[in-house]
């Protein structure tokens, strides 16, 4: 199983507060069956370069680098990028993908996306240097005309969930609805911490599982390995 949505590195962002903190999130997330975790901290463009922020997440990473046990998930640096007016001119931008993978986790603003965010965002898909990867779609899924996510879609552009969707009692039909339907590629837990943002992976896979069976799973996970494995989609 693999986590492509989490906070877990120490002490660069609203995520983990400490390497004790981080530690917990991740024997949690291998008790759930995770195998891969992409670290994914926040980027924002007004507060950091792209420099500074790489600095400040591999100085995090080195923190919680030798006290990581043998059997811990294998951890993925990458970004969770906040669209930016003028993001699909950054040179930079490539050096925020997921390790090893063309993967761009982005971030969409919690509202009504703007002709011009659309425009640059598909501009983005269509150059084809990146695999974009939609952040917890949740949250402005239905902020926009479903003729937006189609475009996307077609473009090959990849919608990330957070467990918790399916999970909460007037959330979860939604989210089955949307998996169902192939508008759901991959999950993500967006851990914060052991308290108010855990990791629920096990309980939204089971939720899965029950209502739209093993297969499905199963076919997101050989996606994300595929991803992992080729470097992109």
């Known amino acids: 199983m693999i ?8 002490g660069i962002d609203d995520g983990s507060k400490s390497v004790e903190m981080s530690l917990e999130m991740l024997s949690a997330l291998k008790a759930q069956g995770a195998g891969v975790v992409c670290a994914t901290s926040h980027f924002y463009a007004t507060e950091r370069s ?8 591999q100085e995090a990473f080195e923190k919680l680098k030798p006290q990581l046990p043998e059997d811990a998930p294998e951890i993925l640096l990458g970004a969770e990028v906040l669209y930016f007016p003028g993001i699909s001119r950054m040179e930079a931008l490539p050096s925020l993908c997921l390790e090893g993978t063309n993967l761009l ?11 011009y965010m ?7 898909a269509r150059s084809r240097r990146f695999t974009l990867l939609m952040a917890h779609i949740e949250r402005y899924y239905y902020d926009q005309p479903v003729s937006v996510w189609d475009d996307l879609l077609d473009q090959d552009v990849l919608m990330q969930s957070n467990a918790d969707f399916f999970l ?4 979860r039909r939604k989210a089955l609805r949307l998996l169902d339907q192939g ?3 991959l999950l993500g837990t967006d851990c914060h911490n052991m308290q108010n943002r855990p990791p629920r992976m096990d309980a939204a896979r089971d939720m899965i599982a ?3 069976g093993g297969d499905v799973l199963d076919g997101i996970d050989e996606l994300g390995r595929s991803i992992l494995r080729k470097g992109s989609l």
Not at 105 to 115: G, K, Q, R, V
Not at 118 to 124: H, K, Y
């Open 105 to 115: 986790l982005l971030e969409m603003p919690f509202e009504h996306w703007s002709d």
């Open 183 to 185: 508008r759901i590629h």
């Open 168 to 171: 909460g009692f007037l959330s």
């Open 118 to 124: 659309i425009r640059e965002v598909m501009d983005l």
């Open 50 to 57: 792209p420099e500074r922020y790489l600095y400040r997440r």
């Open 210 to 212: 029950r209502h739209l």
């Open 3 to 10: 986590d492509f949505h989490s906070h877990i590195l120490p």
